[in-house]
């Protein structure tokens, strides 16, 4: 499935410098270990599980599964009976065996410039206990979940490891998302505790997080589940006397005078006075390798999202194996990730993976375009950051400014940089290579997925040559494949669903409180297999590329939301009688979201209502699902079934008149209606 031989031309190799220090500096020694971890899992993986602290050995299988539905139920069993702490793992054992204490675990720079602290291992270590203790006191026990509703400060990883360390399971919701959806996945994980903060900026913008927090706890006091405590952390009404942890200086004060910090002395506690008098140690609480680690919700392609449930072991074990050799991890590394732990990049790659190797990393607050352009680089520069992890959608934002902000500063540190989340087009890699890597730094395009835990298709930086545009090969232990509709593999050159053969560690267990959505969205369709949702091709070589989600999912600036979601967020308006929304290609998001909606009776469409309906969304998803476009659509492409066509909005939302066949259509005059009212502005 690996080719014998890759590609001398056209392909893009990591620097001879790279290569004398890699952990796996070939393609041929990539080949020998993929064949390993491939032909004989348990012997692979058990030398990477040595590593790490066991409490208890297991006992079953390294690896046990069950892939096929018609077989019995799903599951994936990683070191069944052994038993651990991931927080022990990636906090105690670097502090106390590794002597890695004063070791520099995050600088976090803040929104605004000058705005940063250092935090060492060892204070990590004291802080995590302290507020593991305060959980504890406040009834958390193992097993319960928490939900944390946070801006990128230390203090969201201090709460997490804090559950962790106690067996509490943490459901993070990005702090982006509206009160309602925060409400909704409080509700479905039954958490019964609620972490926040008082506000924060992006940028300019000044978010009353407290606020949407207050809404949220009050819709779910509305539908029947209170949530009896809520502990807010003060970031920005921070007093002298509530230094932040770890800090050399404290933070540039930033005024906020619009800021609203409503108090419900019933539930609310605050942050710094529990921790102040909480005991700095905390016997971590031995958990077994298959016990619930953390849910984070995705987008379903139903509209309700899906809480993604990870197991201790497993995803311990991959998401440290996958930072070590997918970024080439040396211990004089400073490494940057600039995703949000909101999402499972930010799990995965700014908490556990780096943590797990004792990294020091870089944690941002702010925006890549705040106070300006240059930003990013001047971090990069600020810390001699040498591997570098973002987004397509944010390399497309800055390649419109060009060059010179880039240039302006020196970026010599940088090594190794990386993209995820979408689909990287072939400029964007060129710019990010050229301009922000000067042809000397590898990138990984690592393709994964909220469900997958760690990268599972993806380029080893001294190992893989590289074309761009393409996630290339398969990570230890993953074996891909590409199906027909018919559900046959395909070989050599080809295109179809990206499926999975085999479970790896990290590869999510169940979606929370529903075992039965599991197996019908990842497994019934092909049974034997697990189908990403993806469309991918691989070309004459055997590299693969990925080509987008083919079901009703879009990936906007690398989120993925859900059409069900949205369309379902507008007919919620009361003009709204029917709502289709599908993806228009934008340069920077990736795709950008194309609303046609039909109004009620009587209901005349202008400016008012389109802002409303935006609003609507924004309220009841979160700022990035906020339309792009939206179409007054008196009549909407139906088969005589009654079903939408969507492959004719899309053509519609992209002006392309050809159409295909369409005589399925029960009433093909609402095309030629649509295309004369299509939206030709939008953002
Ligand atoms: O469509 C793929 C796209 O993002 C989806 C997963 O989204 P999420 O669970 O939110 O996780 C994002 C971060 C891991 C995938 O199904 N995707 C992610 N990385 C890539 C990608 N598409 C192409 N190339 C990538 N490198």
Redesign the pocket.
Known sequence: MIPDKVPKEDVFHGSEELKKEAHVPSFERYKELYLKSIESPDEFWADIAKDFFWKTKHTGPFLDYNFDVTKGEIFVKCMDGASTNICYNVLDRNVHERKLGNKVAFYWEGNEPGDELTVTYRELLQRVCQFANVLKSHGVKKGDRVSIYMPMVVELVVAMLACVRIGAVHSIVFAGFSAESLCERIMDSQCSLLITADGFYRGDKLINLKLLADEALQKCRDKGFPVQRCIMLKHLSKEADETPLGSQSPPAKRSCPDLQVPWNPEVDLCWHTLVRGASDECEPEWCESEDQLFILY??GSTGKPKG?LHTVGGYMLYTAATFKLVFDYQPDDIYWCT?DIG???GH?YITYGPLANGATSVLFEGLPTYPDVGRMWEIVDKYHVTKFYT??TAIRLLMKYGSEPVQKYKRESLKVLG??????NPEAWQWYYTVVGERRCPIV????????GG?V??PLPAATPMKPGS?TFPFFGVVPAILNESGEELEGPSEGYLVFKQPWPGVMRTVYGNHQRFETTYFKKFPGYYV???GCRRDKDGYYW?T??IDD?L?VS???LSTAEVESALVEHEAVAEAAVVGRPHPVKGESLYCFVTLNDGVKYNRTLEAELKKQVREKIGAIATPDYIQDAPGLPKTRSGKIMRRVLRKIACDERDMGDISTLADSSVVEQLFQNRCCTGV
């Open positions: 995705t987008s993604v995703a999402w499972i990049t995965s987004a397509p993209t995820v989340g979408e689909p990287i395009d690592t393709f994964w997925q909220t469900e997958t990268h298709l993806t996630a990403t949702g993806d990925i987008g989600r999912m990936n690398g989120h993925l």
